[in-house]
């Protein structure tokens, strides 16, 4: 068990429609960080939060935005979802944004668009 | 920016036999590498981590990479596969500029036969 929870498992919805995706990070860590998991991209990075405030951003699309609360918890909303975004998606976290600290995944959330 | 090439989308290998999985990488500074395993429907867990102490770094059961410089590379091996073994092992980039973001390659799937 990494320590970092995702919510939900699955989730299914039709095109067009907007889900948000949530990540409680390990107890402790800061950072905060965001993965698509597809057959033919393999693991993009998407963005990246540290207590609050985003660090790096990687190929995120305009229709996906995401926040980390003060709670350190974190959200991913994906809007005018698009057959193309289906895939899974990981969350990360790690104690801080520098050095090498290695990063800890969650399970990930599968999103299946219809 | 960073990349890393992963050789060989598949390997198989019979149980008992040497396990080599290959990565190279591309940084212009000093990289962090890490090798990760996911097992199906799981999440990504960390085999392993260079970050340039010892060049020849072990890790979890029974894995282990050598950092070689000169070579650009660092690959993954196991002198005696278990069927248990067989999962997608990534390898991944980071340097200390980036915010311990990673960047994956595109991962190999290990099989292991009977």
């Known amino acids: 068990d990494s320590g970092v929870t995702q919510t939900p498992k699955h989730l299914i919805t039709a095109t067009g429609q907007r889900v948000t995706l949530r990540c409680s990070p390990r107890s402790g860590d800061l950072s905060v960080y965001w993965y698509q998991q597809s057959l033919d991209q393999g693991l993009q990075f998407l963005i990246q939060?540290?207590?609050?405030?985003?660090?790096a951003k990687g190929n995120i699309l305009e229709r996906f935005s995401a926040q980390q609360f003060p709670d350190l918890h974190s959200e991913l909303n994906l809007s005018s979802l698009e057959l193309g975004d289906s895939a899974l998606y990981f969350c990360?976290?790690?104690?801080?944004?520098?050095?090498?600290?290695?990063?800890?995944f969650g399970n990930g959330t599968r999103l299946t668009v219809t | 920016a960073q990349s890393v090439t992963q050789l060989g989308s598949h390997v198989s290998v019979s149980e008992g036999a040497l396990v080599l999985l290959r990565c190279n990488y591309s940084?212009?500074?000093?990289?962090?590498l890490f090798w990760y395993v996911q097992y199906p429907n799981q999440g990504l867990q960390l085999l392993l981590k260079?970050?340039?102490?010892?060049?020849l770094v072990k890790g979890i059961n029974g894995f282990e990479a050598e950092f070689k410089k000169s070579e650009t590379s660092f690959h993954l091996t196991k002198p005696s596969a278990h069927m248990s073994d067989a999962a997608e092992y990534f390898c991944?980039?980071?340097?200390?500029?980036?915010?311990?973001?990673?960047?994956f390659g595109g991962g190999t799937r290990l099989m292991v036969k009977p």
């Open positions: 260079y970050t340039s102490a010892a060049t």
């Open positions: 991944a980039v980071s340097v200390a500029r980036a915010g311990n973001m990673l960047t």
């Open positions: 990360a976290s790690s104690p801080r944004t520098g050095g090498n600290s290695p990063l800890h």
């Open positions: 940084s212009s500074v000093p990289p962090y």
């Open positions: 939060y540290y207590n609050g405030e985003e660090r």
